[in-house]
């Protein structure tokens, strides 16, 4: 039960965030300012701040997403496009969908997860934000991981399960 339960969130997770993923150009800033970041740092081989193409350094935004974005590019040959700038958004939605499947299963409630989990898949924004290249998604994840492992050791008897 609990693998198909699990085949049947990664089904739906296809459909609605990487169905037709990269089937529109770039955008929106954000998804743009992704790109040109990405293939900055994959042009000059310097990853560790990212720059703009005039040089200067990109300081709005955390790197990690820059990166992910650049590591997906070289992986598909070196160049940034619409796939690689949205997939770590798609991705982490995934991972996010999951998690809640995954945290009430940790706390003996395996229906309030799964239910948990369908209410933020059927959520207008969250599906708009995991089909876009933005931080938003990754940000959301980390963020859920911090607040879950917290609440996990905190409640936790089980010394084992306290070291999430």
């Known amino acids: ?37 990405a293939q900055t740092m994959l042009d ?13 350094p990109e300081l709005q935004k955390p790197p990690l997403y820059y990166w992910l974005v650049a590591s997906i590019a070289a992986l598909r040959g070196g160049t940034v496009d619409a796939w690689a ?29 799964v239910t948990a989990a369908v209410v933020l898949m059927s959520a207008l924004h969250f599906t708009w934000l995991a089909r876009i290249g933005r931080i938003d998604m990754p940000l959301t994840l980390t963020v859920g991981i911090a607040i879950g492992s917290v609440y996990l050791s905190r409640t ?9």
Do not use: K, Q, Y
Not at 87 to 99: E, I, K, R, T
């Open 44 to 56: 000059d081989g310097a990853w560790g701040l990212p720059r703009l193409f005039r040089g200067e």
């Open 156 to 164: 936790s008897c089980n010394a084992a399960r306290a070291t999430i």
């Open 85 to 113: 700038v949205r997939l770590p958004a798609a991705g982490a939605a995934v991972l996010c969908v999951l998690g809640l499947i995954a945290f009430g299963r940790a706390r003996g409630r395996v229906v309030a997860g």
């Open 1 to 37: 039960m609990r693998i198909a339960i699990f085949l049947f969130f990664l089904i739906l997770c296809w459909f609605l965030f990487f169905h037709r993923l990269a089937d529109r150009d770039l955008w929106s800033s954000h998804e743009a300012r992704a790109g040109m970041d």
